[in-house]
């Protein structure tokens, strides 16, 4: 036996490998890497290019909804300078309520027992509605008008801030799909503003007339512009071109300060942020690789 070569070898451990579980390996510290520790590194993998023209596209969706809200105002607007009647009002209801049914029943395969279930629903919803008239007119009496139209424009305006614009709690039934809280805050805040606004006016008619106007539009709005964008994009496109172009000359008519406010806001909408959205995206920098948390995914069939 070689005492001396043997006393002269160094210890020999097996090659350091890569484990995730199994403990420290002999020899190699808990912290220990290899040159070849780099080599599953990935950088942006999961960056999205995005089209300047596609994000403009898809941020109509939001100027068409701004739009609708700021019809609302001016119909509220005209009704409380009584420049609309109730009789008006009960017309542009009853168009409001036909047109979107006929829209439905395009963009939507609807059977008659469904149809019928409609019905049924919006019959009971406006009955109720008629009963409560009067107590929504004397709901707030003791309010300064100042108040109700700052209350009202601020729940407006929250309303704007929490609404789902990307329709994903909205499916064809009519029903809200798993509704967050934000999307409850939001028509909640809608709903209020409604009644507030209701409440200056001076018939039960009158009262009756807005709060189904607005309600109409609240609730069943975001459901048809959905069934619109699902069935075309295309006619999704021009419905909200037209609607811009509508709510900018009824806005111009009432106040052109108001015109220029809207306008601008559109434009920042649809033209400035998406611009901001595809410059940020040059800036963004991931970092993906073996080290990072693993992702299970279950194949769970029937």
């Not at 070849?36 to 403009?56: C, I, P, Y």
């Not at 006619?235 to 106040?255: D, I, P």
């Amino acid at each position: 036996m070689d005492i001396s070569r043997s006393g002269n070898s160094s210890p020999t451990y097996p090659k350091w490998r890569k484990v995730a579980y199994g403990g420290m390996q002999p020899g190699y510290d808990d912290n220990h890497t290899d040159e070849s520790f780099l080599e599953g590194m990935v950088m942006n993998a999961n960056v999205v290019k995005r089209d300047m023209l596609k994000v403009m596209q898809d941020s109509v969706s939001i100027s068409q909804y701004l739009c609708i809200v700021a019809l609302v105002g001016l119909v509220w607007a005209y009704t409380l300078r009584s420049t609309l009647d109730e009789n008006s009002l009960l017309l542009l209801d009853i168009s409001l309520l036909g047109s979107g049914f006929l829209i439905l029943l395009f963009t939507e395969e609807m059977h008659s027992l469904n149809l019928l279930h409609y019905v049924l629903n919006i019959s009971f919803f406006t009955t109720g509605l008629y009963v409560l008239a009067p107590i929504y007119q004397t709901l707030t009496r003791s309010i300064s008008s100042d108040t109700i139209w700052a209350v009202s424009v601020s729940l407006l305006l929250l309303h704007l801030f929490l609404h789902d614009y990307s329709g994903s709690t909205v499916r064809a039934a009519g029903v809200l799909k798993n509704p967050t809280l934000t999307s409850c805050i939001s028509l909640n805040a809608s709903v209020v503003a409604s009644v507030f606004i209701a409440s200056r006016l001076p018939s039960r008619l009158h009262v009756f007339a807005i709060m189904l106007f607005s309600l109409q539009v609240f609730l069943f709005a975001p459901l048809v512009t959905y069934c619109i964008k699902k069935y075309s994009f295309r006619l999704h496109l021009f419905f909200s071109l037209t609607l811009m172009a509508v709510t900018l000359g009824f806005v111009y008519q009432l106040h052109q300060l108001l015109f220029v406010l809207l306008l601008t806001l559109l434009v920042f909408v649809t033209v400035v942020c998406p611009y901001w959205l595809i410059r940020i995206q040059e800036y963004k920098f991931e970092i993906n690789g073996p080290w990072d948390e693993a992702k299970l995914c279950f194949d769970i069939t029937d």
